[in-house]
């Protein structure tokens, strides 16, 4: 599967934006789906996943939790993340990426990464 993340850009604290991954190929609705992002001179983080189907069941990182929300929407083979009350600690590049097999939120575990858009938060 290759994935297409968009939706970055500039916005001052307190502000919203929407990420979005658009994904190709086929049993988009196979895969769990899950944010990560890399601030400046940080290691990448997770940030929030979505089981696979219906995406029923979700998790997020304890510094997003109640600010930020995935969704996935399989007819058009996209997932969101919503992200609210946005913080400057919260600049980064965003990825998106995919795996089959692990609802998890190691890294190391998604087998598939879109190319990342940037987020920036000005205070």
């Known amino acids: 599967v290759q994935l297409q993340a968009s939706g970055g850009g500039l916005v001052?604290?307190?502000g919203s934006l929407r990420l979005s991954c658009a994904a190709?190929?086929?049993a988009?609705?196979?895969y769990v789906m899950g944010w990560f992002r890399q601030g400046p001179g940080k290691e990448r983080e997770f940030v929030a996943a979505i089981s696979r189907g219906g995406g029923g069941v979700r998790t997020y990182a304890d510094s997003v939790q109640?600010?930020?929300?995935?969704?996935?929407?399989?007819?058009k083979n996209t997932v969101y993340l919503q992200m609210?009350?946005?913080?400057?600690e919260d600049t980064a590049v965003y990825f998106c990426a995919a795996n089959q097999y692990s609802f998890t939120r190691?890294?190391?575990e998604y087998d598939y990464w879109g190319q990342g858009?940037?987020?920036t938060v000005s205070s």
């Open 66 to 75: 109640g600010r930020f929300t995935i969704s996935r929407d399989s007819a």
């Open 106 to 108: 190691l890294p190391a």
């Open 84 to 88: 609210n009350s946005l913080k400057p």
């Open 117 to 119: 858009t940037l987020v």
């Open 12 to 14: 001052q604290a307190g």
């Open 28 to 30: 988009f609705s196979n």
């Open 24 to 26: 190709s190929g086929r």
